[in-house]
């Protein structure tokens, strides 16, 4: 019996060492990682920035307590609330951990508005996480399936459709709330228009609710910008992050602004490593890595450098149907569904995965390099060609 819960399927190797873009295994063979652990580690493997900071400090202090002030969290909560123009944050270890504090704001913004059962609208094919509440907040049955009973109190309505929207608010006035994905990182990376998120901030500001956007895994830089939400001229009442927040160490964070700010009080919410010094001193390393290196700037460029070369190199072919998302969070859209395309990419030495059975997601690191970019067009077309 393997002594790990068989909670994963797992491709067969073991990494041992990372640098940049690069992986090495047990076998001394080098990956280039166009999965950055799933857009966690944005900088790169090992970046000495990050490595620098978490051994400073770890040397001298990794956790007190939130009874206490924390001086790395608030130089953390300081740079990320002038980076996004939110006005507070708290801060979880997850992203999972910090959509059920955005559920919690919602749910008590109801309740101080007099709303008793108050309901949050959640999108089809959303992913928001696998605790009891993200795990109803998210859209998909089969992540779902033997886990039962699930929360009251969301309901759900098309992704991208705001007429959906419109009609269940004029059935349902305890409506408090719109949580939504930029881009559904885990649903095929479906991306929203500008004008369809405009509308959702527009239809929250008609009817007092919350716009409360998850940016676990489009934040950071991700999509071009340091939250995907900045390319779209509004500001949302919530968001949430986490993935590329630490470079791998543990963080996420559910940011607030306005009328959201203020919702939680004293012991309403709360988490003992939340925020702690090690991981705050990650996050302010990784803020402050992608301010100094341009790291949006760059994602912006590589993103559309990926983009040129695929329509490219794949003009011809009738396999690749559409590119989705912004920056560098990337789904080519396969006319077939390719389910041994991940492992004969990690065979020519390429880390990528699929969602949603035919859409090949790229999430390389924000300071990918030019050549690095065009090893995965190169190998991503080859495996495309070859199906
Ligand atoms: C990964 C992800 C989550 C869950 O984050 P965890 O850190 O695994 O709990 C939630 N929402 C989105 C959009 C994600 O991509």
């Known amino acids: 019996m393997q002594a790990i819960m068989n909670t994963y399927g797992r491709l067969p190797v073991t990494f041992v ?53 924390i001086e790395r969290q608030q130089a953390l909560a300081s740079a990320l609330t002038r980076i996004s123009g939110m006005d507070n944050v ?3 270890n997850s992203g999972a951990e910090a959509n059920e504090a955005a559920i919690k704001i919602a749910r008590k913004y109801g309740h101080d508005k007099g709303i008793a059962e108050p309901q949050i609208l959640v999108m089809t094919k959303a992913f928001h996480g696998r605790t009891m509440a993200t795990l109803t907040a998210t859209g998909n049955a089969k992540v779902q399936e033997g886990f039962g009973p699930l929360l009251n109190g969301f309901i759900r309505v098309p992704y991208m459709d705001i007429i959906a929207i419109h009609s269940v608010l004029k059935a349902n006035p305890d409506v408090v709330a719109i949580m939504l994905e930029p881009i559904q990182g885990e649903g095929g990376l479906a991306t929203a228009s500008a004008e369809y998120l405009q509308a959702v901030r527009t239809l929250c500001d008609d009817n007092d609710l919350l716009m409360m956007l998850d940016e676990v895994q489009t934040g950071n830089g991700r999509t071009g910008s340091y939250f995907c939400y900045q390319q779209f001229g509004f500001t949302p009442d919530v968001v949430t992050t986490a993935k590329g927040l630490g470079n791998g160490v543990p963080i996420g964070a559910c940011l607030a602004h306005g ?14 490593y939340g925020g702690n010094p090690l991981a705050c001193a990650a996050g302010v390393a990784v803020v402050e890595t992608i301010e100094n290196e341009d790291l949006c700037g760059n994602a912006r460029t590589m993103g559309e450098y990926l983009r040129n070369g ?20 990337m789904g080519l859209v396969i006319n077939q569904d390719c389910p041994s395309l991940m492992a004969d990419a990690l065979e020519k030495g390429l880390l990528l995965n699929v969602t949603s059975g035919n859409v090949v997601r790229l999430l390389p690191p924000l300071n990918l390099s030019q050549s690095e970019a065009d090893q995965i067009i190169a190998t991503v077309s080859e495996l495309i060609e070859s199906l």
């Open 17 to 69: 060492k990372g640098e940049g873009s690069w992986l090495t295994d047990t076998e001394g063979r080098r990956y280039l990682d166009a999965l950055s652990g799933i857009a966690v580690c944005g900088l790169g493997h090992a970046h000495p920035a990050v490595t620098e900071a978490i051994t400073r400090q770890a040397g001298q202090l990794i956790h007190t307590s939130n009874i206490y002030n």
């Open 310 to 329: 695929f329509r490219e190199r794949l003009a011809d072919s009738e396999r690749l149907q559409e590119i989705r998302g912004h920056g560098l969070m």
């Open 259 to 272: 009328k959201a700010a203020d919702v939680l009080k004293p012991g309403n919410h709360g988490s003992t």
């Open 90 to 92: 708290f801060f979880s």
